[in-house]
């Protein structure tokens, strides 16, 4: 600079055009390099979209892909923290300001634009600067609040400034000169509350990376739909066996069990009484297949038909489910107390007789107590939870989950009066189409209690 606080110095001219020529050389430098640097840049922004898309594509979801390389991520379009939107979700990684704030900066791009990119180097945002003195929002879509935000710091925080800042500034014999320590004071001013600048090469970047975005879960979505359009095929395979079973298979069923009837009628004297016993097992096992067969028919109907669904009150359903089995309940000394007040719901009526009819049956079946005791009734919630509570046998913690399978009897068929197994499989595939879930507790000899909800249905 040649300043002197004593003598002044005079520079030679050649010396000056020697400078002078070593400054253009040095601009022409400068821009060079800047463009080197920035083709670079741009080659790694490239670079990192690739490896981004291959994780996203190998990922469950492409933003658990994004979250889950947090430093690749970062380090592509270069940024100190990242929030990912999905509707009221914020999800942070990196240094980012909180996620209130992060809303607050939302709600700042919605006011400033509609398009897919909002940039600044400036949010005019207090406090946020230290971690958000810029943004780069990428919108991802255009009618739900799904949106990627990168964040940057202010300048000031980042540049490592070869001087100390907080030396005093001398004032020269001419007063206020330009000097190191003074421009330096300048740029902290200008740059304060302010982040580096977001380039045309990164704004792009994000753009392009919104396209793969949207070719990602355009994809999933089509492989989604390939593999619904898969289970409806299966489901009518399914359909269509069930029809066998019950059309082509109960036919020669009922043919083994009428000679097995004509054998014993006609033939009964001819045979042994070892020969009649075995024909009248025969007969027995061919009426359980029958049954077996019905049940599984029925399982697959209700999978798929539609529902007839109505409002419900369910305290007359209960009732008239009672009456119903009202000579199992007297026969086996039962008493059951049904709670008051029960809702109205909207639902299949034939299906939910079903589900009490299958719980409350077997609340008494399985029950050796000399009263057996069963109280059905509910917890009044906005999604209510339903139970049927037993004093009987109780269930092993083990068969909990088994005892759904269908056909699976925890008990020899005439312990117990035993059915088909198939009651609970067809109990929890009801409540499941009503959107629902079905779970129990139990203490073995104590009792048992099967909880039920009826999904988001709304009361009435
Ligand atoms: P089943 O037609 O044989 O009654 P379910 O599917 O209704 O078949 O029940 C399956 C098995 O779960 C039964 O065999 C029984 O062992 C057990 N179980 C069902 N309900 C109860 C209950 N309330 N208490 C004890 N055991 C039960």
């Known amino acids: 600079a040649c300043h002197h606080y004593a003598a002044p110095r005079y520079v030679a001219h050649e010396v000056r055009m020697a400078c002078e020529f070593l400054a253009h050389f040095l601009s022409l430098q400068m821009a060079a390099k800047e463009a080197a640097e920035n083709h670079e840049y741009v080659e790694h922004l490239s670079r990192g979209h690739k490896e981004l898309v291959e994780i996203m594509s190998q990922a469950d979801d492409f933003m658990s892909g994004l979250l889950g390389n947090e430093e690749k991520f970062l380090g592509w379009i270069k940024s100190g923290g990242a929030a990912f939107v999905v509707n009221d979700e914020i999800h942070l990684t990196g240094k980012t300001p909180n996620a209130e704030a992060v809303r607050s900066i939302l709600d700042l791009v919605n006011e400033n634009t509609n398009d897919e990119i909002y940039t600044t180097n400036k949010l005019p945002l207090a406090d946020l600067s230290e971690h958000a003195a810029g943004v780069l929002a990428l919108r991802l879509s255009i009618h739900l609040p799904h949106f ?88 009518v395979e399914l359909d269509s066996f069930a029809y066998i079973a019950s059309h082509d298979l109960k036919e020669p069923l009922r043919g083994i069990h009428n000679f097995s009837h004509i054998l014993i009628e006609t033939y009964a004297a001819q045979l042994p009484a070892d020969g009649r016993e075995k024909l009248q097992t025969l007969m027995r096992l061919t009426q359980r297949m029958e049954s077996l067969i019905e049940s599984l028919l029925h399982y697959s109907r209700i999978g798929r038909a539609q529902l007839a669904t109505a409002k419900v009150d369910l305290n007359i359903l209960v009732q008239e489910t009672l009456e119903m089995i009202e000579s199992r309940i007297s026969d086996s000394n039962a008493e059951i107390i049904v709670a008051e007040n029960l809702p109205t719901i909207e639902g299949d009526e034939v299906l939910l007789r079903e589900v009490f009819t299958n719980l409350i049956s077997n609340a008494v079946k399985y029950n050796d107590k000399e009263i057996r005791r069963v109280e059905v009734g509910f ?9 049927v509570r037993d004093n009987g046998i109780g269930i092993a913690e083990k068969h909990h989950e088994t005892i759904f399978r269908i056909f699976k009897r925890l008990h020899g068929r005439k312990k117990f009066g035993g059915g088909v197994g198939a009651g609970l499989t067809i109990t929890k595939k009801i409540v499941e189409r009503h959107g629902g879930k079905l779970w129990l507790e139990s203490v073995p000899n104590e009792g048992t209690t099967f909880y039920f909800t009826l999904g988001e249905l709304e009361k009435i």
């Open 148 to 235: 990627i935000l990168w964040f940057r710091p202010e300048i000031s925080q980042i540049v490592n400034w070869a001087g100390d800042p907080n030396k005093p500034v001398e004032t020269g014999e001419f007063g206020d000169r330009l000097t190191p320590r003074k421009s330096f004071d300048l740029w902290i001013e200008e740059v304060a509350g302010k982040s580096e600048a977001w380039k045309t090469c990164e704004i792009e970047a994000a753009a392009d990376l919104r396209r793969s975005i949207m070719e990602i879960v355009a994809r999933k979505a089509e492989s989604l739909a390939d593999l619904n359009a898969e289970l409806e095929r299966s489901n």
């Open 379 to 387: 917890s009044d919630a906005a999604t209510p939870t339903f139970f």
